[in-house]
């Protein structure tokens, strides 16, 4: 019996190899997306490297799918910081080029693919669009963004049997320079004192490709941590430990 094909773009770490993994074992054939060659994969994934800046991006990553893929994950992002009153040009050109961009022409050539039954893009988004504050700029602006695309795709490609869906995390795994204390401390810092993982946005995932009547919708998974309206990135605030 032929496996579904599902695409997870930058699936050589941290969350996306997380989802890369678990679809797998729960057998699908993952079309791996990483940015090096040399970058690895869950075994028995299709691995298949494209820098999300170049045009053809889209093209090489679906030329990789043995059969026309029946799920994408746009999970790749690129997260660096900048903020209002530090703005930087440069970083919201990045962003907005491998955030947005590039899923959507992935969304795009997916659609083109074809395909008969239910179909699904879910894009991973961030928590921080709930409780905004202006904490990595033009990274957040890239998520909004995304979620946008979200909606438009959502109902521009519905009458094609396509689905369109959005997961937006808290923190899961320390970031850029954070320290293991800060992570420790801000990690589960919600009104629930759970702090959220990557298996959580897997398990998100599948509920989504169990439910093939939801589109347009973001599940947000933080805790609650949107109730308290923080004034900066958790990463960035001092909490007691």
């Known amino acids: 019996m032929q496996k579904r094909v599902a695409i ?3 699936a050589g770490k941290r969350v996306g190899r997380t989802l890369a993994q678990g ?3 729960a057998g699908w054939q993952v079309v791996a997306h990483v940015h090096h060659a040399p970058d690895d994969v869950p075994s ?5 490297a494209a820098d999300l800046l170049e045009p053809d991006c889209a093209e090489r990553i679906l030329a990789a799918c ?5 799920l994408l994950v746009n999970n790749a992002a690129r997260f660096a910081h900048d903020k209002v009153g530090a703005f930087s040009s440069r970083e919201f050109d990045l962003h907005m080029g491998v955030n947005v961009r590039a899923p959507a022409l992935l969304s795009e050539r997916f659609a ?3 395909g008969t039954g239910d179909r699904l893009i879910v894009n991973i988004l961030d928590a ?6 202006p904490d990595f700029l033009s990274y ?5 963004a995304l979620a946008c695309l979200t909606e438009l795709t959502a109902r521009a490609y519905a009458s094609q049997g396509i689905r369109v869906n959005g997961v937006a995390p808290a923190l899961m795994l320390p970031s850029g320079e954070q320290t293991a ?4 401390a801000a990690h589960a810092h919600n009104p629930l004192g759970r702090g959220v993982d990557p298996a959580q946005v897997l398990a998100a995932v599948r509920f989504l490709l169990d439910s093939p009547t939801i589109t347009g919708e973001v599940l947000t998974i933080d805790g609650g941590q949107r109730f308290l309206a923080l004034a900066r990135d958790v990463q960035f605030l001092d909490l007691p430990r």
């Open 23 to 25: 679809l797998a074992e």
């Open 66 to 70: 043995p059969e026309q893929p029946l």
């Open 8 to 10: 997870v773009t930058g």
């Open 181 to 184: 204390e800060n992570f420790a």
């Open 128 to 133: 921080k669009l709930r409780a905004q504050n």
């Open 112 to 114: 083109l693919a074809g």
């Open 140 to 144: 957040t602006l890239s998520k909004a």
């Open 44 to 48: 028995g994934s299709i691995k298949v």
